[in-house]
């Protein structure tokens, strides 16, 4: 059963007081947040069924939670400590569990992609129906390895959906300076995929285009390609300097994937404070449990180490 109107303003509430609370701890490391894009992150996921994979790369926090992993382990992973999801050992930038459809995040620009590949080719050879799908920004849409992935699943007609989470900015280099094509969606027609640019803020309009482009996958279509053109509210990363305006922020913060879907869905200030008290018990459970489970030992340094 897919998720509602509701369901979906609900998911992408949790996610942006997941990550605020995470900020504003003095341990917090290092991260890459969501704000601006959980309408990619939820739309995304819930176009996915459950035996599908997501592969993201290390803007991982938004899509990992959006996919349903324990957002308790989540928390955990991310300070480091030992009831994480891989044992606070892979953090953000390559914290996966493949058992709630995330197969895993990679802190590479594009490094995810290849890989995404070849979890496709074998879903392709278990022939069971499922897909899946990767998640870059638009920073890799200039790597080598993107290009080389389409080709591939192109040929191969992989069971696998590119989605492109077009926040407009490579840290702080404007998309427009480093990326010749009019859409990046036209990378994918390229190489003959069904492509398409939309609005990444309409979390609605992302789940039931990303949601089309999945079932063509399913009934053995091939790869497709879509581009989702969002915005970044907080600066790249948590140690990353603002480079942006104030009047530039400011006019960002008023196109909130979260404002719209409130008045799209017509909300009253009630109902408003209920989601936000909720999404704020769903970040403090998570924090408790973080900071109740232990960091590693030195002992086990070398655990898990081939």
Same mark, same amino acid.
């Given at each position: 059963m897919k @998720? $509602?109107?509701?369901?979906?303003?609900?998911?992408?509430?949790? +996610?942006r007081a997941f990550e605020t609370a995470l900020a504003a701890r003095p341990d917090h490391g290092f991260q890459l947040l969501s704000s601006g894009e959980e309408a990619v992150a939820v739309g995304l996921s =819930?176009? #996915? $069924?459950?035996?599908? %994979? *997501? #592969?993201?790369?290390?803007? =991982? +926090?938004?899509?990992?939670?959006?996919?349903?992993?324990? @957002?308790?382990?989540?928390?955990?992973? *991310? *300070?480091?400590?030992? &009831?994480?999801?891989?044992?606070?050992?892979?953090?953000?930038?390559? #914290?996966?569990?493949?058992?709630?459809?995330?197969?895993?995040?990679h802190a590479v620009v594009g490094g995810n992609i290849s890989i995404a590949a070849g979890v496709a080719l074998a879903k392709q050879l278990d022939n069971d129906g499922s897909i899946v799908a990767v998640l870059f920004g638009d920073g890799a849409c200039g790597s080598g390895a993107l290009h080389e992935t389409l080709n591939m699943a192109a040929i191969w007609k992989l069971p696998l959906l590119f989605v492109c989470n077009n926040n407009q900015w490579s840290v702080s280099t404007a998309r %427009? &300076?480093?990326?010749?094509?009019?859409?990046?969606?036209? +990378?994918?027609?390229?190489?003959? *995929? @069904?492509?398409?640019?939309? &609005?990444?803020?309409?979390?609605?309009g992302v789940a039931a285009t990303i949601g089309e482009a999945a079932d063509k996958i399913r009934q053995g279509h091939g790869p497709a390609f879509?581009?989702?053109? =969002? +915005?970044? #509210?907080? =600066?790249h990363s948590t140690t990353a300097r603002e480079t942006r305006k104030r009047q530039e922020l400011a006019e960002l913060l008023t196109h909130c994937p979260i404002r719209r879907q409130i008045a799209r869905l017509g909300l009253d200030e009630d109902t408003v404070e209920m989601l936000d008290r909720e999404a704020a018990e769903f970040a403090a459970e998570a924090l408790a449990f973080a900071e109740a489970s232990p960091y590693p030992s030195a002992a086990g340094v070398l655990t898990d180490v081939g």
């Open positions: @998720p $509602n109107s509701f369901t979906m303003l609900r998911a992408m509430t949790r +996610i =819930s176009a #996915l $069924n459950a035996g599908d %994979q *997501l #592969l993201t790369g290390g803007r =991982s +926090i938004g899509p990992v939670i959006a996919r349903g992993a324990d @957002p308790r382990r989540v928390m955990a992973e *991310l *300070l480091g400590k030992t &009831d994480g999801m891989n044992g606070g050992r892979a953090g953000r930038g390559h #914290l996966s569990d493949p058992g709630s459809g995330f197969f895993g995040a %427009q &300076d480093a990326l010749a094509p009019r859409r990046l969606s036209d +990378i994918g027609a390229t190489f003959g *995929l @069904p492509a398409c640019t939309i &609005d990444g803020l309409d979390v609605e879509v581009e989702c053109t =969002s +915005i970044r #509210l907080r =600066s």
